[in-house]
């Protein structure tokens, strides 16, 4: 069976509708992973998600902020969601699939402007929720799943994640800490990072192309911010992976882009 996995920071749902559906009408993904969906889940567009061919559609909301949500082309077998650092602030969602695959979708607090978890409440609230990750990974039972992580993780850990790997060191998203810390989260469930499975370490890997800068997807000033992980028992399953850089050219996109992972299980 083959399945396609898609992961995506929309910002904004119902401003990206229309993105959306061009998206899934071009990829078609299987589960489609959202993250930033800005929408509390009274207001949720399900039946426009559902027209696009959706049977199965999970949803975590909130005003204006975070939120996350799964698309499933198939009924799943459960879904459930965690509550991180003891903050509800609709950062996780997951699907068991009827093959007993586990799609787990994070949405990692982005650690506000300063690294300093002394000086910032928002990078201290980043730093727990990645150590409570890889703790929750650790789990011998997690391990044996066939289970796939995907989301904004909000880390571009690699020297290469980056278009100027020491020009960035000191800012959010690519310290040092921040990159042992996701190292320790593959290294505790034994995840592959499968952009890096198919992408060498030696060459350059973004989704991501913020929006302050405007020039900066045109001069590919990018960021490696979303991410795709697996469990060691999926590494035979997989097939193929792609970002897709050219919703980023799109009128008013989202400054992250879809990552792809094709699986056959």
């Known amino acids: 069976m083959s399945l396609r996995i898609a992961t995506w920071n929309i910002n904004s749902i119902r401003q990206r509708l229309g993105h959306l559906k061009d998206f899934t009408d071009s990829h078609n993904p299987d589960v489609l992973c959202l993250q930033e969906t800005k929408v509390q889940d009274s207001e949720f567009p399900l039946s426009d998600i559902k027209s696009m061919g959706y049977e199965e559609v999970f949803f975590h909301g909130q005003k204006s902020y975070n939120g996350v949500a799964i698309l499933c082309k198939n009924a799943v077998e459960k879904n459930e969601k965690i509550v991180w650092c003891e903050k509800d602030d609709r950062r996780h969602l997951s699907v068991t699939l009827k093959n007993g695959l586990e799609v787990h979708n994070f949405y990692v607090p982005s650690g506000g402007p300063i690294p300093d978890p002394e000086q910032n409440d928002k990078f201290a609230h980043k730093l ?72 060498p370490d030696d060459q350059p890997l973004y989704s991501w192309w913020g929006y302050r800068y405007k020039p900066s997807f045109e001069k590919d000033y990018g960021w490696r911010l979303d991410h795709i992980l697996a469990t060691q028992s999926l590494k035979s399953a997989l097939k193929n992976f792609e970002v897709v850089r050219h919703t980023r050219g799109w009128e008013k996109p989202s400054d992250h882009v879809p990552n792809i992972v094709d699986i056959d299980i």
């Open 128 to 199: 727990q929720f990645l150590k409570e990750m890889a703790k929750w990974v650790k789990n011998p039972d997690t391990k044996e799943k066939k289970l796939i992580l995907v989301g904004d993780l909000n880390v571009a850990p690699l020297e290469k994640d980056v278009w100027n790997h020491k020009k960035l060191l000191k800012s959010v998203g690519h310290t040092p800490l921040e990159s042992e810390l996701m190292a320790k989260l593959r290294k505790s469930g034994d995840l592959i990072d499968v952009g890096r499975h198919f992408v």
